[in-house]
């Protein structure tokens, strides 16, 4: 391997510099909040775009491809330094520290299952538990940034029938039936995904199947279903992909453009009352209002905004429902 070159050494020191100044200050407020993973690292420094995550024991993180090229061997050499500096800054062993190529993308691929042992950890938040992996998958399977909104979806939830649209893993669904919904149903293509979101509701007690329920189905075809047959909920839980490809659908999905037709079929399906949250990640992207005749709709996405990600980009999230259904959200004492 080629030696270290002295930008490398420099971007390692201010790297390192930034890790312990946020270590210290994250830290703090996720052992009063219960926290115990949390964005410690995103792009701060724009020379290491690199991503990272803290699992207390273990970190998970993302190299953002760069704008220009740089050579392999370059790459590989400057990874091994800023891995080094992780390992030296945060005191966890380099088997403990999983780093992986992210490049902007579309459809399966942005939850593509990467070669590699598996390695897993159960990490707590909000009083709940849930099962992680670190290894073989860009993502874990617990999105950090949408912590908030998942306490917002708990507190939403009591006594209401819940349903949670592209659910991956089931985070959404385990904090409603902490909230005391009466029903939640989760809904989802990955077979895969909804066994991890059964395995999540079992490690917080919620495997009652009066409670709880699991669909393996594409989530238009669901829509269809559940309005022929005149299903109604209280409270939906829509946060789909930006963009979607698979084989098992009848086309593709891209936000941008269905995202009316989407919200529209699932108000078709809210009882009276109900409410409708919805969460957008495009970049960019923003509902607007007068393209929606006849509803409140209200961009809650500022109040869900958790300390680890101040300053960061974060989905734009709404809270939709017909007009003169109720209080609305930010009015409540």
């Known amino acids: 391997m080629m030696p270290v070159p002295a930008k490398t050494e420099l ?170 919904a009466c029903a939640v149903d989760s809904v989802d293509l990955s077979k895969t995904y909804l066994d991890w979101a059964m395995l999540n509701f079992s490690l917080n007690g919620f495997e009652a199947p009066d409670l709880t329920s699991c669909h393996a189905m594409d989530v238009g075809c669901f829509l269809e279903e559940s309005r022929r047959r005149r299903l109604v909920w209280d409270f939906i839980v829509l946060d789909p992909p930006s963009f979607s490809n698979s084989k098992k659908t009848r086309g593709t999905f891209d936000i941008r453009r269905d995202h009316r037709a989407l919200i529209h079929q699932c108000l078709g399906l809210l009882a009276p009352g109900g409410s409708l949250f919805f969460s957008a990640n495009a970049r960019g992207f923003r509902l607007k209002p007068a393209e929606f005749h006849g509803l409140s709709i209200q961009d809650i996405s500022d109040i869900l905004v958790d300390e680890d990600f101040q300053g960061k980009k974060t989905p734009s999230r709404y809270l939709v429902k017909p007009q003169h259904s109720g209080k609305d959200i930010l009015d409540r004492s």
């Open 11 to 180: 971007q390692a020191l201010m790297f390192g510099n930034r890790l312990t100044k946020r270590l210290k200050h994250l830290n703090k407020w996720a052992r009063r909040v219960g926290v115990e993973a949390f964005r410690l690292y995103d792009r701060d420094i724009p020379e290491i775009p690199l991503v990272l995550d803290y699992y207390g024991s273990a970190v998970s993180g993302s190299l953002y491809k760069r704008p220009y090229q740089v050579e392999d061997e370059e790459e590989r050499v400057w990874l091994s330094a800023m891995s080094q500096t992780i390992t030296d800054v945060l005191t966890i062993p380099p088997e403990r520290v999983f780093l992986k190529m992210r490049e902007r993308q579309r459809g399966k691929a942005q939850y593509g299952k990467l070669a590699g042992q598996r390695v897993t950890l159960d990490t707590r938040e909000g009083g709940l538990v849930f099962r992680v992996n670190l290894s073989n998958y860009l993502d874990t399977g617990l999105f950090l940034d949408a912590r908030k909104a998942r306490a917002f979806v708990k507190a939403e939830s009591a006594g209401k029938r819940v349903l949670n649209l592209f659910c991956y893993t089931g985070a959404f669904s385990v904090y409603a039936a902490s909230g005391g």
